[in-house]
């Protein structure tokens, strides 16, 4: 008995010493590698006038700050009329190569979709009954904008994607409407860490809190 309570202990400090290294571990590799990627924009920068060469020493997090300025200055430019007829002809060109536009114009629509700042963003979390009744999933809006789907079935959906777990970027796209979702008041970071962590990381919420907008129930048609 005292030999598995001693066994029982040295594992309870072990998982205890885990869980605090772990998060540290991975936060340090995946910011790593974000750095790394980043510097790789120094490419852009002439080979005599990087900083390794100028001062003698590579300055760490340098390909952020240019990664940065790169990005604000094309969405400057991108924003004025001359640079809207740039992107126009660009993404005109790669519109008439049969793969590259496939793939250009879902990675656009994906990234205009998630960074949108409108209604229609990647940024509300509901309830479904997913797979079956009785059963509730997370899920997350991704659009309202449905003519065809909204006509044809008579009813006022929302397109919404169901996560898989613990990796949030596959799963399903799921038509459904509106008053069959529930609107819950944790965020989208909350409802990824909910997911990502198999469901232990669960957002801290009280009756006392002002509750969230519910999904509106219109009248069946």
């Avoid at 309570?5 to 998982?15: D, M, Q």
């Avoid at 920068?45 to 300025?69: A, H, M």
């Avoid at 006509?151 to 397109?159: L, P, Q």
Wanted: net charge positive.
């Amino acid at each position: 008995m005292k030999g598995g309570a001693f066994f029982r202990g040295v594992r309870r400090y072990l998982v205890a010493g885990i869980v605090i290294w772990l998060p540290l571990i991975v936060t340090v590799v995946v910011v790593r590698f974000l750095l790394q990627l980043m510097d790789r924009t120094l490419v852009l920068i002439p080979p005599g006038y990087r900083p390794e060469e100028l001062l003698g020493f590579t300055i760490p997090g340098f390909g952020l700050l240019l990664t940065l300025v790169v990005l604000f200055v094309t969405g400057l430019l991108g924003a004025n009329l001359f640079g809207r007829r740039i992107v126009a002809l660009w993404e005109y060109l790669l519109s008439r190569i049969p793969l590259i536009r496939s793939i250009y114009s879902g990675a656009k629509q994906v990234a205009e979709t998630v960074l949108s700042d409108g209604d229609t963003s990647f940024k509300r979390v509901f309830l479904v009954e997913y797979p079956r009744k009785g059963v509730w999933s997370l899920c997350f809006q991704t659009s309202t904008e449905l003519a065809e789907i909204q006509h044809k079935t008579e009813r006022e959906v929302i397109c919404v994607f169901v996560p898989t777990t613990p990796n949030p970027t596959s799963g399903f796209i799921l038509m459904v409407p509106r008053r069959d979702l529930v609107a819950l008041d944790m965020s989208v970071d909350e409802g990824l860490r909910m997911i990502i962590s198999l469901g232990v990381i669960v957002p801290r919420w009280t009756p006392d809190e002002a509750p969230g907008q519910l999904a509106p129930t219109p009248a069946e048609p």
